[in-house]
């Protein structure tokens, strides 16, 4: 049970800061709030799936908000111009998303310079470019389509249908874990087992009262779980994401050991990129239209998802499950807050708390790791 919840303890918090909020604020646990709430949670969820990666390799990347502002506005005057939905998503994503990341990860592995220098230029750079397309002026977009990726809903029964396969993959991971650490003599309890296996089956409970009691799943979270899941995976299982954990372990060792770190930083910043550019065309699409100014912030959130996850800042630590996690907890305490009428500045406050006491958390951790 100890292994258990220290292993769990961003869900723990989790759970007890909704039932918290459902004490303070009573309509804050119906289908129709908690269904926006993840919605609105989704757009800065998919970036911090991709600054996960960034960060176990004991990187950061600022530029995330300005790519969704730039995203959004290319693809809202590409369908302007008159180019096709789709056509005008994919070249979006490649103009601005595989571009800008792959520039910052050539810059930073090349010559090793500090992320947070390359990012906090790049930053800059996808801001003015935002501002110099757009005049200063929002861009309305009137296209059907394109607005309900953003604000549309999966109804009910395909919505039950996407929660059984989630819960059905979800389970088979559990299964496949536990079965891995016996193969190889890992020390693993029926408890951890267990416990697990009621956790996926709270979270079917859970998401089955909002989404089937209130319009069904929202596209926007269909695409964040979606994401968050490939993200799991690719830690999980594939060389690739045992590559990146050799990285922020401890990067020399890795090279060492004959890994490409200029290959795999440039692969990692090209991936935070590139959902950071996702998710401004959700935000386009939700919105219809476009601002030079939407993103503004994400990066700070996105940041701050990982952290409290349970991703250590110092790198070589974290999951995509944990980050999934910390996206909720700050939704959940943004939203919590707006109901009691509690100004944003506050909330930015508390945000910052947050931040610092998740990160003073990671470096005690350590420090008993270490002795």
Request: charged letters at 10%; a positive charge; one cysteine or more.
């Amino acid at each position: 049970m100890k292994r258990f919840l220290k292993n769990n303890g961003p869900v723990i918090a989790l759970i007890l800061l909704v039932m918290l909020m459902t004490i303070i604020e009573p309509p804050f646990f119906t289908p129709r709030n908690l269904s926006n709430l993840i919605r609105q949670v989704s757009v800065v969820g998919i970036i911090a799936v991709g600054m996960t990666f960034v960060i176990l390799i004991a990187g950061i990347d600022l530029s995330v908000g300005s790519i969704v502002g730039l995203s959004a506005v290319v693809v809202a005057l590409l369908m302007q111009v008159g180019f096709p939905v789709w056509l005008a998503i994919i070249l979006t994503v490649l103009s601005v998303g595989v571009i800008s990341g792959l520039f910052t990860g050539f810059m930073t592995a090349k010559f090793d310079i500090h992320p947070f220098i390359i990012t906090l230029g790049v930053m800059t750079i996808a801001r003015g470019l935002s501002l110099i397309l757009t005049n200063g002026v929002s861009i309305p977009v009137t296209d059907d389509f394109f607005g309900w990726i953003g604000a549309g809903y999966f109804p009910p029964l395909p919505s039950l249908l996407i929660l059984i396969i989630a819960v059905a993959i979800g389970t088979i991971m559990v299964f496949r874990r536990r079965k891995q650490k016996q193969k190889y003599n890992i020390r693993t309890t029926t408890g951890e087992f267990v416990g697990a296996l009621i956790l996926i089956l709270l979270i079917f409970v859970v998401c089955s009262y909002i989404f089937l009691q209130y319009r069904g799943i929202p596209i926007p979270v269909a695409i964040f779980l979606t994401i968050a899941l490939w993200g799991i995976f690719v830690l999980e299982k594939t060389r690739f994401g045992r590559r990146l954990y050799a990285i922020g372990g401890n990067e020399d060792v890795a090279w060492l050991s004959g890994i490409d770190i200029f290959k795999s930083k440039i692969e990692v910043y090209t991936i935070v990129a590139v959902l950071s550019s996702i998710s401004g065309i959700i935000l386009a699409s939700r919105l219809n239209g476009a601002s030079p100014n939407l993103g503004n912030g994400f990066e700070l959130d996105a940041i701050a998802s990982a952290i409290i996850g349970g991703t250590s800042f110092m790198g070589g630590i974290g999951t995509v499950s944990g980050t999934v996690v910390g996206t909720l907890i700050i939704g959940v305490i943004d939203n919590g807050m707006s109901m009691k009428g509690i100004n944003t500045f506050y909330q930015m406050i508390v945000k910052g708390i947050i931040i610092i006491l998740a990160v003073l958390l990671d470096v005690i951790n350590r420090r008993q790791r270490a002795k």
